[in-house]
């Protein structure tokens, strides 16, 4: 258990809590008040001083309110060749009329949908952000997809974040897919201005026989700005969970991103990229549950640190003891550009079923100098030839991303950093 | 299945060999702990004012810390106050050679198969024999001081080489490092003292061989190793503890000192008492082990076979602070029944061109619980470090556990390190392989984890290995995966 720090900051925050959902309002501030906001020396933050970062940047903690969002502002925000819905928030507000109507899926206010059990998948004792947010949150957006609909195009959700005085913005949605649906998800976000803001963000995602959700989230926004998503998935038999995260900036970014596998033959698969410069902060906290036999979870997460940049990578793999016949596999591969650039991983195993089969690897290195040779040798000069191979060493995530537009976008930008960088 | 089960209970319900304990007269110290046993103990001990002052001062440090909690074990928390800190055998005066010590406490050693007397012993090896709280005999120590080499009891090395302890004490191990350091500082009863000089290559094995006999007595003990510059050491360390329904305590220090070019050897078959089957009683193995190469050059090695105690907490560690120097750790925890390991080691990568090994191969049976912890930090400085990381469990039976918690924090881009770990069972292929072959199920499993534990037991002296091989073997014959 963490120590209490700078809990009244947030309780103010709490005080401004709109009265719906007054039972899980009030059991998620019970629960922030134990808990508290993690100091240094808690384990599960132990390389992300969010606390101290708090304290030091966000001036004001007031929910950031929503500012005006002009159609122009969205075209001119979208991936090219993008041509799937779109959603559209500001400082977490959702924009209806910016936003299409999709067809097929039922999207309305978390504030309408007053019996939803909010936080029964992100449960608010097991962060202390994630307790914030379900206790203080103003609304936030519900999308259900109905069963045995295969949603083909993606779901865009685009927001504008903006805050002039380092205020804090709540997201919050839960995404349901019936049985044997399909739809997939991009998450982006834009910054507007580099003043720095908190976003403080719960997505809830629950998927039932056979579905498969897809999840993919490019995190670019400006220098400044701070994050903490709680991202949490159950899944029923035979479905599958894919996501893929693709972090590129941000002053300080905390992802936890947990997946409960809940159902025989279901499958899950997480895959990420931190390429980080300048002070960029990204910390990767995947968890993924094995409660029954015959499930298979698959991770790859790759880090490019260059600069003064720090990643942290924390992979939890927990096989239960009925999870028998479990494949696991789990990868986090690093390289260090600089000499300032720090990584942090712990590929963390904890087994109690003996019919199994798990495995991790962590690697932490530089490019291969034969490689380089061969490139050099064959004309390309040694700045391209680094660039290429780190952009091969990021590729194998990124062809995980199967709509085409975003992987692309992801892809050129990708290539320019790398360019521009090395 | 009912015939893996009738293996499983035959194996869950082996005894443990070394139970059984002696009733002689001792020497102890009151129930409790306070500045006025610590006196007590230096008194005892005849110690200078300057190490009952460092005793002081440490148990100052201790009162103010509070006990770790973060290790993945579960266990009644001990009352410390109820322990008796010193208990030793009366013996008539010291004993100047090996006539003069009781031959009641030179036949506990016979019968777990140690001799003291140096004639009836294989050559090659030394040993230092401690039994609750202090050392019984050292043996050899003529041979040994012939080549400057001192190795005696802590104590003893108290009185006749101050100046060496006072500098190296504490050096590794700092009083102030953790909840049991702190307490080991305070009261640590005896152990051993080793110091090889500069240029001298140690002609034998070193051995400690610990032993617990009394009951409720916590012990304490306190090794310490210097290698000067181009020296070399090999040391093993053995332990064991009757069989009873309490839980003891065991919260060892062992500082290893590696001056440049020196090397270091340090091997531990480490079998306490784990408990009966249902979890009862056994030791409760709280111990801070570290080696520094302080010299360039230097190579501190860790090998431990882990198959005793209730509780380990354990964790051998090397700072790699010299140019070149490489620290090494090879590991086979086997946990049974309810006993639970958390073992692992830290490699701190602080000068240039540093490499460090880790094997660990961890295996769980009964509803044991075995756990990997460890950490590879290669510091700013540590240009060009490298580092392989292997950690593997094998799991025998439903009930039992396997995790691993690696911690691996790079903070210098020339560094290369590289983590693995699998958990598995024995494949039913490969014992089918076997069977084909006309080898028993019973006998496959043995190849098998024979096999899988093969490369860290390579690393043991021969004595040792083939005492490690014999525990395994009696540990973990006929469970079938």
């Known amino acids: 258990m963490s120590t209490l720090t700078k809990q009244d900051t947030f309780i103010g925050l709490l005080d401004t809590a709109p009265n719906n959902f007054s039972a899980a309002r009030t059991l998620a501030k019970e629960s922030y008040l134990s808990q508290g906001i993690p100091v240094a020396k808690a384990e599960e933050y132990k390389f992300s001083n969010i606390g101290k970062k708090l304290e030091q940047n966000i001036s004001n903690v007031a929910p950031a309110q929503p500012f005006e969002v002009t159609s122009e502002m969205v075209h001119s925000s979208i991936f090219a060749g993008y041509e799937g819905d779109l959603l559209v928030f500001s400082n977490g507000k959702f924009l209806p009329q910016l936003s299409s109507k999709i067809e097929g899926v039922e999207v309305s206010l978390i504030s309408e949908k007053n019996d939803l059990a909010i936080g029964s998948i992100a449960k608010p004792e097991k962060d202390a952000f994630a307790a914030i947010n379900q206790a203080s949150f103003e609304d936030g957006l519900f999308i259900s997809v109905p069963k045995k609909a295969q949603i083909e195009r993606p779901i865009l959700l685009l927001s504008f974040n903006q805050a002039n005085g380092g205020q804090v913005i709540q997201p919050r949605f839960w995404i349901e897919a019936g049985d044997f649906a399909e739809v997939t998800f991009i998450d982006q976000s834009i910054s507007l201005g580099d003043n720095s803001y908190f976003v403080n963000k719960v997505i809830e995602l629950k998927g039932g026989v056979n579905t498969h959700l897809k999840y993919y989230r490019l995190q670019n926004e400006s220098k400044s700005a701070i994050e903490v998503s709680n991202i949490e998935t159950d899944v029923q038999k035979d479905a599958r969970f894919t996501s893929v995260n693709i972090s590129l900036s941000g002053d300080l970014v905390r992802n936890n991103l947990s997946l409960n596998l809940l159902g025989s033959n279901s499958e899950g698969n997480m895959y990420g990229i931190y390429l980080l410069n300048g002070k960029s902060h990204v910390d990767n906290h995947t968890n993924v549950d094995h409660t029954i036999p015959h499930a298979e979870s698959n991770e790859l997460y790759k880090g490019i640190l260059a600069d003064q940049s720090r990643g942290v990578f924390n992979g939890k793999i927990f096989v239960r003891q009925d999870a028998q016949k479990t494949n696991a596999f789990q990868q986090n591969n690093n390289i260090l550009l600089s000499e300032d650039a720090i990584i942090n991983t712990k590929p963390q195993l904890e087994i109690w079923a003996d019919d199994v089969k798990c495995s991790h690897g962590c690697t932490v290195g530089q490019l291969d100098e034969e490689a380089l040779f061969y490139l050099q040798a064959r004309g390309i000069d040694k700045t391209q030839a680094k660039g290429l191979l780190l952009y091969a060493f990021a590729g194998e995530v990124l062809e995980k991303i199967e709509e085409e537009s975003f992987r692309v976008y992801c892809d050129t930008l990708i290539q320019e950093r790398l360019g521009s960088k090395f | ?481």
């Open chain 2, 1 to 481: 299945m009912s015939k893996d089960n009738s293996i499983l209970e035959e194996f869950t319900s082996k005894e443990y060999e070394h139970g059984w304990s002696v009733n002689f007269e001792a020497d102890e110290a009151p129930i409790g702990l306070n500045e006025g046993i610590i006196q007590w103990i230096s008194a005892k001990k005849e110690e200078p004012k300057w190490l009952l002052e460092w005793r002081l001062k440490a148990f100052r440090i201790w009162l103010t810390m509070t006990e770790p909690e973060w290790a993945n074990v579960n266990y009644p928390k001990i009352n410390l106050q109820g322990l008796r800190y010193y208990s030793a055998p009366k013996q008539k005066k010291s004993a100047k050679n090996l006539d003069e010590i009781d031959p009641e406490l030179i036949a506990i050693y016979e019968r777990l198969g140690i001799s003291l007397n140096e004639q009836k012993r294989l050559e090659g090896i030394a040993v230092d024999a401690v039994l609750d709280s202090v050392s019984v005999a050292t043996t050899f120590r003529g041979t040994l001081s012939k080549l400057g080499i001192v190795f005696c009891s802590f104590s003893e090395a108290v009185k006749e080489h101050p100046d060496l302890v006072k500098k190296y004490l504490g050096s590794v191990v700092p009083m102030t490092d953790n909840y049991y350091a702190a307490l080991n500082s305070a009261v640590f009863s005896d152990g051993s003292f080793c110091y090889i000089p500069k240029g001298v290559r140690c002609p034998m094995e070193l051995s400690t061989y610990f032993r617990i006999n009394a009951a409720n007595t916590g012990q304490f003990e306190r090794t310490l190793i210097v290698a000067e510059d181009e020296s070399y050491v090999s040391y093993l360390e053995g332990c064991t503890a009757p069989q009873r329904d309490e839980n003891q305590l065991h919260a060892a220090v062992v500082e290893i000192y590696a001056g440049a070019h020196a090397e270091v050897k340090y091997s531990t078959v480490q079998n306490w008492f784990p408990g009966d089957k249902n979890g009862k009683g056994g030791i409760y193995n709280f111990v801070t082990k570290r080696g520094i190469c302080a010299g360039d050059y230097a190579k501190i090695s860790w090998t431990q076979v882990e198959t005793g105690s209730a509780v380990t907490w354990k964790y051998p560690s090397c700072i790699l602070k010299g140019d070149h120097s490489i620290g090494e750790f090879y590991s086979v925890a086997v946990t049974n029944n309810y006993q639970q390991a958390d073992t692992g080691t830290k490699m701190i990568h602080i000068g240039k061109n540093t490499k460090s090994r880790i094997v660990s191969k961890g295996i769980s049976a009964g509803k044991s619980q075995n756990s990997y912890r460890g950490q590879v930090q290669v510091m700013k400085r540590a240009d060009n470090a490298r580092n392989f990381s292997q950690c593997d469990s094998l799991l025998m039976g439903d009930r039992c556990g396997a995790h691993t918690f690696p911690y691996i924090d790079i903070n210098n881009a020339s560094a290369k390190v590289e983590h693995e770990a699998t958990t598995s069972k024995i494949g039913e292929d490969q014992i089918f392989y076997c069977n084909q072959r006309g080898i028993a199920t019973e006998d496959a499993v043995a190849l098998i984890v024979n096999g899988y534990a093969k490369e860290v037991l390579n690393q043991l002296p021969m004595e040792f290995a083939v005492e490690a091989q014999k525990l395994l073997a009696l540990t973990l014959e006929g469970s079938v995966g």
